[in-house]
T-cell receptor, first 111, second 113 residues
Framework: GEDVEQSLFLSVREGDSSVINCTYT??????LYWYKQEPGAGLQLLTY?????DMKQDQRLTVLLNKKDKHLSLRIADTQTGDSAIYFC???????????FGQGTELSVKP | KAGVTQTPRYLIKTRGQQVTLSCSPI?????VSWYQQTPGQGLQFLFE???????NKGNFPGRFSGRQFSNSRSEMNVSTLELGDSALYLC????????????FGPGTRLTVL
């Protein structure tokens, strides 16, 4: 099928690490992305990973890719209340502009 | 560089009417894609335009159409509006860089009464 799957909710304490997981379906996907959406806003591109990489780190964000299992994760270190938002993973199809999104994971950060 | 801009930000229409939404991509970006976001269906791809030509199309009825102008600005049109067309419509422009990143605008919130 075409689905990209994510768990719907995650709750963490401020200062802890958050790990958001995603499984995708298309083994030919070349790029995988993480977007953040705050209430009433559009999508903010956080980071992306090329499919021949296993890991990418960008400040507090670490992306891990397990291509064999088609599993992608986003780790946010030292999570802050400002990180509360919905996080979407997405894969790109056909080298064009078609992004296939997961349902989004709502991250709640408690002080 | 200015980001992706979308106008209007909010729209209220009634069933049967038509609507046109506008998107201005990041300067230098030639690809513009449109997405519909609803609570029930999530984010769904509508279509992509590149150099004034539709390059990809999602699974939406023919009431949804779009076009792109020579300056890369894009419009999407929805005719004969239905209640189910109420959604956030997001536009994204694509860089030509190696990451193939798409950058999104703030969206147009369409409410159909």
């Amino acid at each position: 099928g075409e689905d990209v799957e994510q768990s719907l909710f995650l709750s963490v304490r401020e200062g802890d690490s958050s790990v958001i997981n995603c499984t995708y379906t298309d083994s030919s996907s070349t790029y995988l992305y993480w977007y953040k959406q705050e209430p009433g806003a559009g999508l903010q591109l956080l980071t992306y990973i090329f499919s021949n990489m296993d890991m990418k780190q960008d400040q507090r964000l670490t992306v891990l890719l397990n291509k064999k299992d088609k599993h992608l994760s986003l780790r946010i270190a030292d999570t802050q209340t400002g990180d509360s938002a919905i996080y979407f993973c997405a894969e790109i199809r056909n080298q064009g502009g078609k992004l296939i999104f997961g349902q989004g994971t709502e991250l709640s950060v408690k002080p | 560089k200015a980001g992706v801009t979308q106008t209007p930000r909010y729209l209220i229409k009634t069933r049967g009417q038509q609507v046109t939404l506008s998107c201005s991509p990041i300067s230098g970006h030639r690809s513009v894609s449109w997405y519909q976001q609803t609570p029930g269906q999530g984010l769904q791809f509508l279509f992509e335009y590149f150099s004034e030509t539709q390059r990809n199309k999602g699974n939406f009825p023919g009431r949804f159409s779009g076009r792109q102008f020579s300056n890369s600005r894009s419009e999407m049109n929805v005719s004969t509006l239905e209640l189910g067309d109420s959604a956030l419509y997001l536009c994204a422009s694509k860089s030509g860089g190696p990451g193939n990143e798409q950058f999104f605008g703030p969206g147009t919130r369409l409410t159909v009464l």
